[in-house]
């Protein structure tokens, strides 16, 4: 067990020797292998590496999306390989926040409602002040009751983003959110998911391949072969860059 | 094209897994309907032939419109006469009379099914017998009587034992000299049967010196031809035209025919209900293909692309439809005949003893199953198919989301228009003004109303779904929000899986509305026409015999009582309508009987008069004085007068003659029993007296009828009703079935289609119960959308039929009954039980397979 890492501010989430095997023997491919690292509280951390380095696989483990073959993943301190099905599902709902690349909104309901949707699901009414300050962040006020296919592909990132920020979890974990848009609202999203670390101490992970994208975080978090292979702070697209063609991607 | 057709044919193959059952469903009923209805043709065939195998010539006369057993009795001189034609080796008068209910040694009837209760005279040429001694001998004299061995097997009686058989003469005891076999089989296809000395059963059946037929075996070195010619020369000899002489063979194909028309209208009956279920899975077909071609749109489209002509998609998706219908047809067939080997089973164990044999599977069967079955799947699937070829090229580039669609103006106009056309056709056909093809009318008719409705209801669909939703989305949280704004998505989806439960409801609430009307109705006119004490009938109103009536009438506590016997006549000649005729004594007339007459003249009555209804009075312009011509079966055409017009409703039919002019019209042994009798207690004896008196007797020697008050009376039909109702839904079942597996089927699809949004909702904190839930409550909106449709257009259609049947002389208290609740109700748990496997299928998705769905 690796128990080096000292961490300087509170851990939202954190893999420790997380590993994920498909297929057996021969055909095994090992999707993590042994991966740890930890993500601080109020720090927008992203995540890059080439292709089947491991970094979607990293982040589908650490929400409790998927599980591990061995090692754990914990999310304030709780250990999602104990949890059940169902256990995991309510933790997804209050811990985590979700932003995908594409097709984040449900289609029936209005941006209002799916921005409310996590809060709905469990029966309980959103902190109505904190709603305000986050719809006015987004700038989605005079869009609420509009349907998803009334959207922009932005407008509706950002409803998707407004959505893990409403019901404030301890993590949001975003995969290539700006995947599928223009550049001018990309950098709105990013703008946005800064700003939402920066002033309101949100914790973000962010995978994505991008290194405009990724010069946003605070942190880079470099994936080759299942392992982590670097680490950057305070990132420029340039250094980005360069730290990439050393990893061969 | 082909290859591309079976990669579609396999990779859909679990919602063409669902779309073939309904078709196998439909057509296994149809199937089976044949098969069955051939079979018990074939077992009566048989056995009419076996009996009258030794039969060469049967004589019979000929006044009327009678059928094999109807006419009039012959004289027995008849006999004598016949007996002397050359080349006659011997002839035998013969009666079959009625009604010889045998009664069990615990004193209970005999009875299977209703199944009539036959007493036969016997034979002195074996050769002429339709029956022979499996046992014992011939009965002779006043006290003995010979059984079939079928109800001597089933009830302990051995030859030996004493038997008390009710005749027309009452109840008597006699000894069993002998068990009847009848060629391989010992009965009588259900009916029980007694045979007596001739001059006994010709005493008993008030044949004295008469018979009901001649039958006549003809000398082996005779021509029969010849014989046939010389007998009937004789008969016309005696009175021209009043006698005919047929062959054994042809008898035996008349008195087959007589079953075969009872066999054909229950293969009506029953086919009724499979065409019903054959439709309503076209419905499922049309959803199945216009989903599949909808998800293949991308395919289609890169199939176009590659140069593909839109006839080569159209043919690529009818093939699939071919496919589908014909492995669908087939294990229909296959299951039709289970199921008809079932019910022979079932037929055979309830004491209809068949001979033993091969089902009939008839050539017609075959093709009518096959023909039905894949037609259906193919024409069903034309309109998607149609769809398919109009897929554009370029959507393969596009990302192609299936097109949400509501009801057009052009859809709505259509689906009016069919209703209208097909409603017109239906009221057409019950009130005779319509096609005379009955297929075409009712099944034209009820078809285009059914798709008319179904098109009308997209416009509706959405606004319907939302109202339905409303307590769901209030009630069950962001599950039920969604299931509502799911069900809300594609208008034309839900209102086409709606429709298909629609039509079993609509059905269902129709002869639940009928049902609750009859009953209020008879009620009603029991409550009006009663002025009896108590009656005295079975359920069915199956004749008993006449000697209660007189055991009864003798009693002191008995006073004024009155019997009552239903017959039918043609109005005018033998070409006229039906019209039913009762028998009613003259004593029983606004006494025992409420009939609203004014000054009734009862020696008119008497003398051959004929009492009317004010509803036929006003339908065919009579009034009393005029004198009416009347067909009867047995004695042909008789004019007579109307001595009134009766205004009360009871529940006589058309025309009331008195019981001395009903018996010298219907000689035949069926009518010459009582089907009702009406009596009062004697002045100064309490009801409860004479009722416990003549309960006493009823019990001891007529246990086939009970002894009932008004209110008792009312509780029998409308228990009667009741097991009518149970009948009809049970049939019902398999159409509310088969669309039930297409909200199964909508719902699978759907959940398929959606599964990317599943995910998303899984991936943000849904719990697998909220996934059930949604879809669950998804397919409760639709079902329940599906049974309000159905309760509307059923309500709609009650109120209809009782105005038709209002004009046909059955004035009905239309009664919409709180019942109907449960039509709903039904729908409901439908929808809940149709959505398990697919909501089980939507919580169990893969999460992170489903948001990388494309």
């Known amino acids: 067990m690796a128990q080096t890492h000292t961490p300087v501010r509170t851990i939202a989430a954190r893999a420790v020797d997380a590993r994920k095997i498909y297929g057996k023997d021969d055909t095994a491919v090992h999707a993590l292998d042994g991966v740890t690292v930890d993500f601080e509280a109020g720090r927008f951390t992203a995540i890059m590496g080439p292709s089947g380095s491991g970094k979607s696989t990293l982040m589908h483990c650490l929400a409790g999306l998927d599980t591990l073959t061995d090692g754990h993943v914990f999310i304030d301190d709780i250990d999602l390989t104990t949890l059940k099905e169902k256990d995991l599902t309510l933790l997804r709902r209050e811990r985590v926040g979700f932003v995908f690349q594409s097709y984040n909104l449900v289609p029936t309901l209005t941006a209002i409602e799916n921005i409310t949707l996590p809060k709905s699901l469990a029966g309980t009414k959103p902190d109505q002040a904190w709603l305000d300050t986050v719809i006015d962040t987004v700038g989605l006020r005079n869009r609420l009751s509009h349907k998803p296919s009334e959207l922009s592909g932005g407008q509706q990132q950002r409803v998707a983003v407004a959505r893990t920020m409403a019901s404030r979890p301890t993590i949001i974990f975003a995969d290539e959110p700006t995947g599928n848009l223009d550049s001018k609202s990309s950098t709105e999203i990013l703008e946005f998911m800064r700003r939402a670390v920066r002033e309101f101490g949100q914790t973000i992970v962010m995978v994505t391949h991008d290194p405009n994208a990724a010069s946003y975080a605070d942190r880079v978090i470099f994936l080759a072969d299942g392992r982590v292979s670097g680490e950057m702070v305070d990132p420029t697209p340039e250094r980005i860059l360069d730290k990439l063609k050393g990893l061969g991607a | ?854």
Not at chain 2, 2 to 26: C, D, M
Not at chain 2, 320 to 341: D, F, H, K, M, P
């Open chain 2, 1 to 854: 094209m082909l290859r591309a057709t079976i990669r579609s044919l396999i990779a859909h193959k679990l919602r063409l897994v669902l779309t073939a059952i309904s078709v196998v469903v439909g057509v296994s009923f149809v199937a089976g309907t044949f098969v069955l209805t051939d079979t018990v043709k074939g077992t009566f065939g048989n056995l009419f032939s076996e009996i009258n195998a030794g039969v060469d010539l049967h004589v019979r006369s000929t006044t009327g419109f009678g059928d094999a057993n109807g006419g009039e009795p012959l004289s027995a001189s008849v006999l004598g006469v016949l007996a002397e034609v050359p080349g006659v080796a011997s002839a035998e008068g013969i009666v079959i009379g009625f009604p010889a209910q045998v009664l069990d040694k615990t004193g209970d009837a005999v009875s299977n099914g209703g199944a009539p209760a036959l007493g036969w005279s016997t034979y002195a040429d074996p050769e002429l017998s339709p029956f022979f001694y499996k046992v014992g001998r011939a009965p002779v004299g006043d006290t003995e009587v010979a059984i079939d061995a079928a109800t001597a097997d089933s009830h302990d009686f051995v030859v030996g034992d004493l038997v008390k058989i009710v005749t027309p003469e009452g109840p008597t005891v006699y000894t069993i000299t002998g068990l009847l076999g009848f060629g391989e089989v010992d009965n009588l296809g259900g009916a029980t049967v007694a045979a007596f000395d001739t001059p006994v059963a010709q005493r008993i059946f008030d044949r004295e010196g008469r018979f009901d037929a001649v039958e006549i075996r003809v000398d082996d070195a005779a021509n029969m031809l010849a014989v046939q010619a010389a007998v009937q020369q004789a008969l016309d000899a005696i009175e021209p035209e009043s006698f005919e002489a047929v062959t054994g063979e042809q008898n035996a194909e008349d008195q087959a025919d007589d079953l075969n028309q009872i066999v054909d209208a229950i293969n009506r009956f029953l086919l009724m209900f499979g065409y019903v279920a054959l439709f309503v899975s076209t419905y499922n077909i049309v959803n199945t293909f216009s989903i599949i071609v909808t998800q293949r749109t991308r395919e289609l489209a890169l199939l176009r692309a590659l140069g593909a002509s839109g006839r080569q998609v159209v043919s690529s998706v009818l093939i699939e439809a071919l496919v589908v219908g014909v492995v669908a047809s087939l294990a229909g067939l296959g299951l039709g005949l289970g199921i008809a080997a079932l019910i022979k089973a079932v037929l055979a164990s309830g004491g209809l003893e068949a001979p033993p044999g091969a089902l009939k599977l008839l050539p017609r069967t075959v093709i009518v199953a096959l023909l039905s079955g894949i037609v259906t799947t193919v024409i069903a699937a034309v309109a998607p198919a149609l769809r398919a070829a109009r897929v554009a090229p370029i959507a393969a580039i596009r990302d192609a989301q299936p097109p949400t669609t509501g009801g057009g103006t052009r859809r709505t106009a259509v689906g009016a228009g069919l209703a209208v056309v097909g409603l017109v056709l239906l009221i057409g056909v019950m009130t005779d003004h319509g096609p005379s093809n009955e297929i075409v009318g009712a099944g034209g008719g009820a078809g285009a109303l059914f798709i008319g409705v179904s098109l009308v209801a997209t416009l509706v669909a959405r606004p319907a779904a939302r109202l339905i939703g409303a307590g769901i989305a209030r009630f069950r949280g962001v599950p039920g929000r969604l299931a509502r704004e799911n069900s809300m998505r594609t208008p034309r989806r839900t209102s086409s899986t709606a429709s298909a439960l629609m039509i079993g409801l609509t059905l269902v609430t129709l002869v639940l509305v009928l049902a609750a009307s009859v009953t209020t109705t008879v009620a009603r006119v029991v409550d009006e026409s009663f002025g009896s004490d108590v009656a005295i009938s079975n359920e069915q109103f199956v004749p008993f015999s006449p000697a209660l009536h007189d055991t009864l009438a003798a009693l002191p506590e008995v006073g004024e009582i009155g019997r009552f016997r239903f017959g039918q006549a043609r109005f005018g000649t033998a070409e006229g309508d039906d019209v039913g005729i009762d028998g009613i004594d003259a004593t029983a007339i606004d006494t025992l009987y409420r009939m609203g007459i004014a000054d009734f003249d009862a020696v008119a009555f008497e003398a051959g008069g004929l009492l009317v209804s004010q509803r036929e009075a006003d339908k065919r312009g009579l009034a009393a004085g005029d004198r009416l011509a009347l067909t009867f079966a047995a004695t042909g055409t008789r004019e007579l007068p109307v001595v009134a017009v009766y205004t009360a409703r009871n529940f006589s039919s058309t025309y009331v003659v008195s019981t001395a002019t009903f018996e010298a019209n219907f000689p035949q042994a069926q009518f010459r029993a009582d089907n009702l009798l009406m009596m009062k207690a004697a002045p100064g004896v309490p009801v409860a007296a004479m009722r416990d008196v003549v309960e006493r007797i009823v019990e001891r020697d007529y246990p086939n009828v009970t002894v009932k008050n008004q209110a008792e009376l009312k509780a029998e039909r409308k228990e009667q009703i009741q097991q009518f109702l149970f009948i009809f839904f049970a049939m019902l079942a398999f159409s509310i079935l088969i669309a039930s597996i297409g909200v199964t089927n909508t719902l699978a699809l759907s959940v398929f289609e959606r599964t990317r949004e599943l995910g998303l909702l899984r991936a943000i904190g849904m719990t697998r119960s909220q996934m059930r839930s949604m879809v669950r409550w998804e397919a409760v909106i639709i079902a329940v959308f599906g049974g309000l449709l159905g309760l509307a257009l059923g309500i709609f259609l009650g109120f209809v039929m009782a105005g038709i049947f209002d004009s046909l002389g059955f004035a009905l208290d239309i009664v919409v009954p709180l019942s109907l609740v449960w039509v709903v109700v039904v729908a409901f748990v439908l929808g809940l039980i149709a959505a398990a496997l697919p909501a089980r299928r939507a919580a169990r998705l893969d999460i992170l397979n489903a948001i990388a769905t494309e």
